[in-house]
């Protein structure tokens, strides 16, 4: 009997949308068993959630500490490989920190951490401890996303001369939205940080330039801003990119854009082609070629890349989307400690992951756009340097 | 500790594509446990198949007869709830017939039987018991497919006057293609019947039209054809439909389109307003007006009925998919299992389920479909009379 | 200075819509000058429309009659070079008759007769004649549909298996749509002839496909009706299709279809590609292969064929629509009367141009699918016998 | 007879792409009649073109001079109403200049001149004259762009937030692209000015979306870069907005995104509602909604402005495409001019066309962004004050 590999989850108790989210992701390719949690901070809604999850009481935890603490001392074959967060954003450095320290692998939802600081601490733990670490970016786990990659890497765009993309939503357009839960602690500083639609979308974008293109922003101009009355926080912005490549690009990213969904496109022009991706559309991926027909690569159809395929469950014609995008990550991951149970390398699919790497630059993506759009100068170079009053 | 429903499989070994997606759809919502199964007629890939799912070895049956036996003694804690068939359509009665007379309920992949008359028995079988019968009729289970039902019966399209509905592929567009072991039973009549394209894809399109406008197929002229050398059975045809209601419509479908990947796509147009459903962008439903602006109903978006909103997962913006769909019919077959249970009548939501009806209608649909295409006469009655000589 | 082609116009008084784009489409390419008209059979309103379109009060004619016997007197440095008839449809053959009898080239406006019996008697007049004929079959015009000509006659698709043709409308969905004069008179069998939607629309399919295809419809079963109360003519309709060629289809016409402004589609499998295009995006080309990238060809961009070249006005980026396909119509006709009258060979892009054959075909198009939709038998040959009593 | 409009053309001989496009433009609607034109600069090149038009050799002028001191003699039913201008851009201004000395009225391609110094003393010249100064800023000219201004005039959108405008196009992608005699002079500033790519397409997007939003752009932040080596011109850059209203935005144009073919789109995200227009299907107008389906607003269907409608030619199904749009120009132009000539005051539909006012806007726009690109400072005021060396 093959075991599945357990998961603990701090977080994600009853009604917690993304927590949900994670639940399906994990558990879609059945490799992926859930053995435990301390699913929120009141144990009773924490004893509740687990128990209509399936799991025993025993191992419903009032406390992520009490979970670390007491999962350490089960055997290998009982205690949980990895753990999830799906807490609330400021939480999520806290408890991988402890995971860390006890041991544990990490699974994190995005953001890594509260600010670049604990990215940066984040990161000197990891180096220090032979913990896995990896960020649900999830948009990178689609498979045309893969595609693009691969076509970049392989050299058929040529040399890339620009980058545009874009994230735009429109649930805040308008102060009547901040009634839910989900908008009042993403405006508050006091649990969003320095950014609302930078930290929450603008990052995922930058991400998904960054992953595809297989390069780093090292220069930006931002504009960000509240457009809604009393807000402080940004909720729409632009980004003018400058890559290390030298390809220049933009980034747009609002969540006053009414009527937007999650539009998140990506368009990459090289030298000899170019290409375009969109979210709403995860399974298709267009490729433009000078005074030539337009291609619609799609999801089963053709030669991909095997990097593609690997996150491929179904055949031509059968529409995957954003769960099964969510489940490449986790599988990925399972695959990254199958392999060091077994002390073997990840195999490849398994590294196409994000890490405390991506961490690091998100947050730092996230402190330089706000520099930036706070300065009177035009360029300001991308710097992994904390911004230093929070 | 809430229990979850369990699950046996029969069928679906390693390698078999469509068990692999049933096992996702199943374990996408943590609701159901496979906990048992017969997955090959070769005992030795039954136990690797099952292991590798992570069961033991004690529930990795040689036979779907061992394992309903087996499974029987079990307490009701311990046994299976429901046997999934996952197995060649020629084996998805004799499979379904003795999981009945062993008291289990059943979800069958489609479609039901080999042919009319055994859907019919198995109708009396599940009428003289108490078991439960689903059949996955995978598109129904699309939440923006069920939102077009749930307009058209409120009316918002008036009376109904004309039904286009069409499923192509292109997959079997030449002899090339035939390799496959897919491709080779489907297009020999000892495993496929009397019917290639219609019993495969035409069921689905006839399905889902009956579907969303609460209608049955009461006369047909139909005009199949293998369009390959050396075949035999259909891969190709059109059918003129008219509806108990008046309707009238026509259904499409091919297997050598080439280019197409499942394009399934529905359009009702009523004396009121009209609809547009596309399986290939399944999270849009169009609207239209006379002499007014289209409407994009997307999933998530604005004011959807209850039922489809019991159909979603994800606010709007994050696409789902055909594995999505699927999982549907698993969650409410799962909740007509749990309230037969607890004594219960089923949720509005569970039963919004193919069942044994669909299971006959779809047969029948496929002879009758075959005799009017033989009749040089132009209309033919659907009829739920199976055809004599077979 | 070189003379423009000059054109008389029977019909397109003030206020007559398809008077205006047939003026719209003969003046676009400043090959074309209007030189005199019979615009009404109200010699008032022929002699305002005519002024105000610039013509001297002398050529302005009180009937056509008039018109073809003065034009006749006049020089060929003066005379028209061809009449174009925008007549109601029933006058269409007379008007057709009197100006080949009198000598002139004729354009005309489709339908080209009342019934196929006027269209037989019309291609004998021709045949006796050395007359031009040319129908402005206007879909024909699009620069997209003759590269799908070209690509199928050029073997790109293999062997064509099967033709999917539709044009649906929803302006004459309810019976308050009657109320308009272009309504009217179309649903009135005596203005009309023996059917509606198919003679308005259907025929324009059938004409595409045959075209494109470079084919001929050789059986048809045909199922059509009036769908709102108290008509007696089609509104909608459905008909299977085979060619001479062994393809066989299916052809979808509806005026009655809510919401759907003039959806001609034009699908064509092939044994070795598909193709597809649409109206409502006429600049687009869309190629399908057995597993390899649907390939989006565009107006202007890579390679064409020289007859696409030949009708497309722009580079790529600039669409073309209604009007410029109209006007591809008039100044292929032209092509062929410079060419009459230089005693030459009409150039190929000249002869690229509906005429009295496409004329025949479509008037019996509509007798054969009446003949067939009444008749139980399945399939009706396709005949160029007019039906008898009429 | 009622007299058309008459016009004169210098520039746009025998091979001029632009020529052509205008003479469609002016002959489509029949109310503008070509009567003289100094085609080229080469007498036998300009006798020859305008032969080939059907003009009198009398009347093909060998210099614009000549054609304007001639035609000025002429009586005022003979001579030309207006000069259109399509000579290359160097020559708009004294073209210009001296049809305005001479009295005549002008229709001027773009860009009206060759620097904002000129574009100022062509306003002052008009401002001391009565002639009508029109610009054909084609893009203004489809229909749905102007109910998508209108609906933002009606408040339809509330408050305006974001606008996001872009022109992109690949056909200066490569140093191969540069043979053509389009690119030549179009990326040598002898002939080009300052700027390639934002004075070509750039202000085509700027245009659009200050007349759609009835707004000015205030400041900019523009990043403008040749991408090509040994290019001195812009041929790419991105220019973040903000507007008078207090609305911010982004405008993206590039001539290298390979693949493009003239992707001008334009998005306005107001407090109430969105709205979304793309060039390439110029006759839908998608409108977004907080919560709420989206409407595609479709050329001739539903309640449209009567502005719209104005320059509207054919219902519903009918796609209108570049031509028309630019013949909309023509037609409102025709419209001022017949108005001037019975004193009485131009219809709104006239009135709606770009003149002088977006000239100099136009030319501002460019050496604004120029200036702004060149500063190190973020935010440069939009100023109508030329640059000093030129």
């Known amino acids: 009997m093959i075991n599945k590999i357990k998961m ?63 999962e350490s001392t089960l055997s290998e074959d009982e205690r949980m490989d990895f753990v999830t967060i799906v807490t609330p954003n400021h939480l999520h450095f806290p408890v991988a920190k402890l995971a860390i320290q006890s041991g544990f692998n990490v699974l994190s939802d995005k953001p890594a951490t509260f ?11 990891l180096d220090d401890s032979s913990c896995l670490y990896g960020l649900t970016h999830t ?29 735009s939503q429109g649930w805040l ?17 006091k649990y969003a940080g320095i950014s609302c639609c930078m930290a929450d979308i603008g990052v995922h974008a930058a991400n998904l330039a960054e992953y595809c293109c297989d390069d780093e922003i090292s220069e930006m101009c931002a504009d960000i801003a509240p457009t809604v009355t009393g807000r402080v926080l940004d909720d729409d912005g632009t980004v003018m990119l400058k890559f290390s490549s030298g390809a220049r690009g933009v980034l747009l990213a609002s969540q006053v854009a009414i009527g937007e969904e999650n539009r998140l496109n990506l368009r990459v022009y090289g030298e000899k082609a170019s290409l375009e991706w969109s979210q709403l559309e995860p399974n298709s991926l267009w490729l433009k070629f000078p005074d030539q027909s337009t291609q619609i690569l799609r999801a089963g159809v053709g030669s991909l890349s095997p990097l593609t395929l690997a996150n491929l469950r179904t055949p031509a014609g059968h529409p995957e989307g954003y769960i099964e995008a969510f489940a490449n990550l986790y599988v990925n991951f399972a ?26 630059r998100g947050m730092a993506f996230i402190e330089n756009v706000v520099a930036s759009s706070q300065s009177q100068q035009k360029w300001h170079s991308f710097t992994l340097q904390p911004m230093s009053q929070k």
């Open 139 to 167: 948009y990178i786990g689609y498979p045309m996303v893969k595609e693009a990659r691969q076509r970049i890497i392989d050299g058929q765009l040529g040399k890339i001369k620009k980058v545009v993309v874009e994230y």
């Open 115 to 125: 600010n670049l600081a604990e990215a940066l601490a984040l990161k000197t733990l």
């Open 8 to 70: 603990g989850m701090v977080g994600g108790g009853a009604g917690a949308f993304i927590g949900e989210i994670h639940r399906m992701a994990a558990a879609l390719d059945s490799k992926i068993e859930l053995v435990c949690g301390a699913f929120s901070s009141d144990p009773q809604t924490c004893l509740h959630s687990g128990q209509s999850l399936g799991l025993d009481a025993s191992r419903c935890y009032a406390s992520y500490q009490q979970m670390f603490a007491t």
């Open 335 to 360: 695959g990254q400690i199958e392999a060091k149970k077994a002390n073997q390398p990840s195999p490849e699919y398994a590294e196409d992951m994000p890490g405390i790497h991506q961490a690091v």
């Open 173 to 189: 357009a308008s102060s009547d939205d901040e009634a839910s839960k989900q908008a009042m602690w993403r405006l508050d500083p």
